[in-house]
């Protein structure tokens, strides 16, 4: 079992800047591919971001394509994404996930390939 822990959402202008940070317990995170997510109100939760589990493949949707930027750091079991040039649409409640499958090249981007989710942080971009 693992657990997530969302932290460095928040209230930002739009243009600002934001870092989340996501971090987990247990062993064998090293090993599993990270995703972010997002859900605002009144819509379906989609995919941000995702990395495997050497750092080495990262995928971004397109509406976050050179904004944000998702790294991790195995050595303190934490994955974050870096929030840049923030725009009002941006809002939503941002959760980290994690795809269980050992050593995968690829990240996934589907929600129902992840299995451990976090609570999630609220990132509010004012206009």
């Known amino acids: 079992q693992v657990q997530l822990v969302e932290s460095g959402g928040g209230l930002v202008q739009a243009g600002g800047s934001l870092r989340l940070s996501c971090a987990a317990s247990?062993?064998?995170?090293?090993?599993?591919?990270m995703g972010w997510f997002r859900q605002a109100p009144g819509k379906e939760r989609e995919f941000v971001a995702a990395?495997?589990?050497?750092?080495?493949?990262?995928y971004y949707a397109d509406s976050v394509k050179g904004r944000f930027t998702i790294s991790r750091d195995n050595a303190k079991n934490t994955v974050y994404l870096q929030m840049n040039s923030l725009k009002p649409e941006d809002t939503a409640v941002y959760y980290c996930?994690?795809?269980?499958?050992?050593?995968?090249?690829?990240?996934?981007?589907?929600?129902?390939?992840?299995?451990?989710w976090g609570q999630g942080t609220q990132v509010t971009v004012s206009s």
């Open positions: 996930a994690a795809d269980k499958r050992m050593r995968t090249v690829l990240p996934p981007r589907g929600i129902y390939e992840y299995d451990y």
């Open positions: 247990g062993r064998t995170f090293s090993s599993y591919a």
């Open positions: 990395i495997n589990w050497s750092g080495g493949n990262t």
